[in-house]
């Protein structure tokens, strides 16, 4: 496992860099540009973390206008259920996936560590998002967001900031959740003593969408947790605001 090269980010939003076909259009927002104060500073989205709710609306206001059609957000549960975003956009649900292929509305997920996973078939007729902690990862939100999406073309999958591998300290009982499902998991996980590992959350994502068929995987490039002027961590600070990431069909 290798330590990874960060990129730098600093507008409020951006897009995701990859070859997706000229129909998909995603947004991924930061903690740059938005009006929360104090350990929610500056663009928080998540409703569920104590800031303000009028704080919140702004700063979701502002993401929004990245986009031509509304978010959905889910109310995640770190489950592996996934649902329509047109759906998600009528009523808060309990989920951590979305798939649309209206272009009418955005699959959304919010994060602070756990990886955003943005999906979308070769010839742009339906996207889908994951929001995968370890134990959404392990549950299998990817295939089962996948599976939704009943693609008649090949995937790509784009992974957004999340956690990094220098970074993401867990027990023993994670890596053998991972290798149970894959030995192969085992090459994420490097041994640092004390029945400790750091665990690559992007490398690991990598080998349940290539078991599924996607080989076309993008991103991986950020760290939640050291890039603490860009992203919000949960891991790094507990109290904390949240990020979205966004991807639709227009």
């Given amino acids: 496992?290798?330590?990874?090269?960060?990129?730098?980010?600093?507008?409020?939003?951006?897009?995701?860099?990859?070859?997706?076909?000229?129909?998909?259009?995603?947004?991924?927002?930061?903690?740059?540009?938005?009006v929360s104060t104090g350990v929610y500073a500056s663009l928080n989205v998540g409703a569920h973390v104590g800031d303000a709710a009028e704080h919140v609306a702004h700063n979701r206001a502002i993401v929004q206008q990245a986009a031509s059609v509304p978010l959905a957000y889910l109310n995640q549960t770190h489950s592996t259920t996934v649902v329509t975003a047109e759906a998600a956009l009528l009523d808060l649900l309990d989920a951590d996936a979305s798939v649309d292929r209206s272009g009418k509305v955005a699959c959304a997920v919010m994060t602070?560590?756990?990886l955003p996973v943005l999906l979308c078939d070769e010839n742009a007729t339906v996207v889908g998002a994951a929001h995968a902690g370890w134990r959404g990862l392990v549950g299998g939100v990817i295939e089962n967001t996948i599976a939704a999406m009943q693609a008649s073309s090949p995937l790509m999958a784009y992974l957004g900031p999340a956690i990094g591998p220098d970074a993401f300290e867990v027990g023993a009982e994670v890596r053998a959740?991972?290798?149970?499902?894959?030995?192969?998991?085992?090459?994420?996980?490097?041994?640092?003593?004390?029945?400790k590992y750091l665990a690559d959350i992007y490398a690991l994502a990598k080998q349940r969408l290539q078991a599924a068929g996607v080989t076309a995987v993008y991103g991986g490039e950020y760290c939640t947790v050291l890039q603490r002027e860009d992203f919000f961590s949960y891991r790094r600070d507990g109290q904390t605001g949240r990020m979205v990431s966004a991807i639709w069909l227009e």
């Fill in 1 to 34: 496992m290798q330590s990874l090269p960060i990129a730098s980010v600093t507008e409020p939003v951006f897009a995701a860099a990859w070859p997706a076909p000229k129909g998909v259009k995603t947004a991924i927002s930061t903690r740059h540009g938005g």
């Fill in 177 to 195: 959740a991972f290798m149970a499902h894959d030995a192969a998991a085992a090459s994420a996980f490097t041994d640092i003593g004390d029945g």
């Fill in 112 to 114: 602070a560590d756990c």
